[in-house]
């Protein structure tokens, strides 16, 4: 025993204190515990994840599909709306406001060389 050590067991009453380790069967049961805490949290990540990403799937789903279609000297929204018009869509008003609201559009001035997107169903 070294001197510190022998000097320090008169204040012990005679008992010299050793570092406890850890045994092989408790570093084994804390890498257990750990690795499952990381794969139950990993799960919870993941499960959020994927149900977002079914959100995102519905939400985009319900977007109608369109065209795109580029604007010649003379179109109008008012062309455009008739040439690609369906008789099963209803009036052609409702679908002109379509498609102001589907290219962002502050109202119907369009200019040749621009692209629109036209619903299509």
Request: proline share 2%.
């Amino acid at each position: 025993m070294n001197t510190y050590m022998m000097n320090h067991s008169k204040y012990n009453g005679g008992q010299v204190h050793q570092k406890k380790r850890m045994t092989r069967g408790q570093a084994l049961f804390i890498l257990f515990c750990f690795c499952l805490l990381c794969f139950m949290l990993g799960g919870l990540v993941f499960s959020a994840e994927a149900q977002s990403m079914e959100r995102t799937g519905e939400v985009q789903a319900e977007e109608p599909a369109y065209k795109l279609v580029a604007v010649k000297k003379g179109d109008s929204i008012w062309n455009l709306a008739v040439r690609y018009h369906e008789e099963t869509d209803g009036d052609i008003r409702s679908y002109m406001a379509e498609i102001v609201e589907l290219n962002g559009l502050d109202d119907v001035t369009i200019y040749p060389g621009q692209n629109l997107k036209i619903p299509v169903r």
